[in-house]
């Protein structure tokens, strides 16, 4: 099997991989994460990016890299600046739907697939206390939208409408298909 590179520093990243039975190593993207795109486009070009950075650096590698912004009412929200940042975020994000994209791109060489996937999350209406004491726990400082939905922000969240694991980082299933092109059949 050929060797995989997960090009994120993202310990739920990471996590998914585990969990689906891929033996993998780590490869730091190091991109400018910067993009005047829409939410969308911004997604795979970012991902493709940290791909291409990854594969640079690991030629024959089969490379794996993702990018997840949260967008409501039409404003991006990536990962929060600090506290007041993750505050103004969780505000706007109470007690209203928003979307979720996250980018991956599978490539190996110039061989390269990028593919985004979306999710509609609505997160429960909440004071301000609760929102403070969410920021209090830290988790929401690395994270696109400023919650998790895997850790205590699960408590956030009231529905989701598509993939569970898009919000979380990786689209798991859409991956999976993706990595089949280069070989790579997780059910096998």
Do not use: W
Not at 89 to 116: E, K, N, P, Q, Y
Not at 117 to 136: E, N, P
Not at 153 to 178: I, K, N, S
Request: glycine fraction near 10%; include cysteine; charged fraction near 25%.
């Amino acid at each position: 099997m050929a060797v995989v590179v997960l090009a994120s520093a993202s310990p739920r990243r990471a996590e998914l991989l585990r969990r689906i039975g891929l033996a993998y190593e780590v490869v730091l993207p190091q991109v400018d994460e910067t993009c005047d795109l829409p939410a969308e486009e911004a997604v795979a070009a970012l991902s493709r990016r940290k791909a291409e950075d990854a594969a640079a650096r690991r030629p024959g590698a089969v490379v794996i890299a993702a990018d997840t912004l949260v967008v409501c009412g039409g404003s991006v929200l990536g990962k929060p600046n600090d506290e007041e940042d993750a505050f103004r975020m969780l505000r706007s994000l109470s007690g209203t739907a928003h979307t979720v994209f996250t980018g991956v791109t599978a490539m190996r060489g110039g061989d390269a697939i990028t593919r985004v996937d979306s999710a509609a999350v609505r997160i429960r209406s909440l004071t301000g206390a609760q929102i403070r004491a969410y920021i209090a726990t830290g988790e929401p400082m690395d994270k696109a939208g400023a919650y998790g939905i895997q850790e205590r922000g699960a408590a956030l969240v009231e529905r989701v409408e598509g993939d569970f694991y898009t919000v979380m980082g990786l689209p798991v299933c859409l991956l999976a298909q993706m990595l089949e092109r280069f070989g790579i059949d997780i059910l096998l």
